[in-house]
């Protein structure tokens, strides 16, 4: 079975979470010397500001995540248009990288529109699967 772009959009899809949660390790260095390396979870429930919504996007990322794979995965399998696929698929990717950005930097209102991007990217995925 060959690489096809959604399946490069979910292995980028896999890897975000682990590129955002370091976004946190300046606010952990000023409040608390470092990351806490052995209870990660319970020092970032006390992180506040960009390091909040750091460890939020790497979260949201993970969830988001179960949705796009699921929607790919079931996209290949009946056979969907490639090309659409392909195009949902960045979509997505793109849609994702806004939603950390965004969601880092304080800008609801552009988080929750790339999270609704994303969302109906993958939803689109299922769609294009139920008439393929």
């Not at 790497?58 to 996209?75: I, K, M, P, Q, T």
């Amino acid at each position: 079975m060959a690489m096809t772009i959604p399946f490069w959009c979910l292995a980028f899809g896999v890897l975000l979470p682990y590129f955002l949660a370091p976004l946190s390790f300046g606010e952990r260095k000023a409040r608390f010397g470092g990351p806490d390396f052995r209870y990660p979870r319970r020092q970032a429930a006390l992180l506040e500001g960009t390091g909040a919504r750091a460890m939020a996007a790497h979260a949201n990322a993970f969830e988001a995540l179960s949705v796009f794979g699921v929607a790919v995965v079931v996209a290949h399998l009946s056979g969907a248009n490639p090309t659409w696929s392909a195009l949902l698929a960045v979509v997505w990717a793109v849609s994702r990288v806004g939603h950390a950005t965004f969601y880092v930097a304080d800008k609801p209102p552009l988080r929750t529109l790339s999270f609704a991007v994303g969302m109906l990217s993958a939803l689109g995925l299922l769609g294009l699967a139920a008439v393929a």
